[in-house]
């Protein structure tokens, strides 16, 4: 008979039959610390024969294998399910390869298990530049985790940088790639007080051609306050270049353009 587990941050999770909830709660059963997951994000529900994935109404959605589902999705072995920023692979292994349990560790009830795949079964690490998680990645996400913010920055500041200019050159950047270099410009501009950061999150939005989302507007809002950020060419060229394509707009943006220009009050006050 067939078990499932999930591989997380080289962690593998068993999961024995029924419901598998993933999100921010610390009453999920894996809970995520993920500013773009939400509370109760998505449930993975197991039985003998197979495993299924279904999106709980989240606000940014579930990706299998780098497209976004609606409902539930069915899985089968290696699929990769994206839930905020985080990264989780499906793994299905044979009842014969199970480990005596004695004096295991837990997450949020779950058993945890070393690697049991094999490494030429897993397939190749995407980049940071598609929002999955590489080993370097996740040796980012654990640095600014610990507050080592510089060590952070060196290990991302470049493919960020090359992610802006190749957006600048016109390369189209998918909403996760956009979202996931927003993220980390916002914990490095945050964590080490420096302006440069909400720069790049108004060049990378503006080269995009695309509307800072509402719960990000909130967040540089805070931030502005926090860093005493002045504003600068970047702010006031996205401002002048969503202003000249607002007459396309829907009502629920141009709600996200005002809040924008009541940063732009607040920058200048």
Not at 37 to 63: I, M, Q
Not at 248 to 257: A, D, Q, T, W
């Amino acid at each position: 008979m067939a078990r499932f587990r999930l591989r997380y941050q080289s962690t593998d999770l068993e999961m024995p039959v029924g419901e598998f909830v993933v999100g921010r709660s610390s009453t999920c059963h894996l809970a995520l610390d993920d500013g773009l997951v939400s509370r109760r994000h998505a449930v993975f529900r197991v039985s003998t024969s197979g495993v299924e994935v279904e999106d709980l109404g989240s606000r940014n959605g579930v990706l299998v294998n780098g497209a976004a589902i609606e409902g539930t999705r069915k899985l089968k072995h290696l699929d990769r399910v994206v839930i905020g920023a985080q990264e989780l692979l499906l793994l299905k292994v044979q009842a014969d390869t199970a480990r005596p349990r004695n004096d295991r560790p837990t997450l949020a009830g779950m058993t945890l298990d070393l690697p049991l795949v094999r490494p030429d079964e897993v397939p190749d690490e995407p980049t940071v530049a598609t929002r999955s998680e590489s080993v370097l990645d996740r040796i980012a996400d654990k640095a600014l985790a610990l507050g080592r913010y510089e060590e952070a920055e060196r290990m991302l500041a470049r493919r960020l940088r090359q992610l802006l200019l190749g957006a600048q050159r016109g390369t189209a950047l998918t909403p996760e790639q956009l979202t996931g270099a927003t993220e980390y410009a916002l914990r490095l501009a945050e964590g080490l007080q420096r302006g440069a950061w909400l720069d790049f999150v108004f060049d990378i939005h503006d080269a995009s051609e695309a509307l800072i989302d509402v719960d990000t507007v909130a967040r540089l809002h805070d931030l502005v306050r926090k860093l005493r950020y002045s504003g600068g060419a970047a702010f006031r060229r996205y401002m002048t270049n969503l202003r000249a394509r607002s007459g396309s707009l829907k009502p629920s943006e141009r709600f996200v353009v005002q809040r924008l220009e009541g940063l732009e009050r607040v920058v200048g006050a």
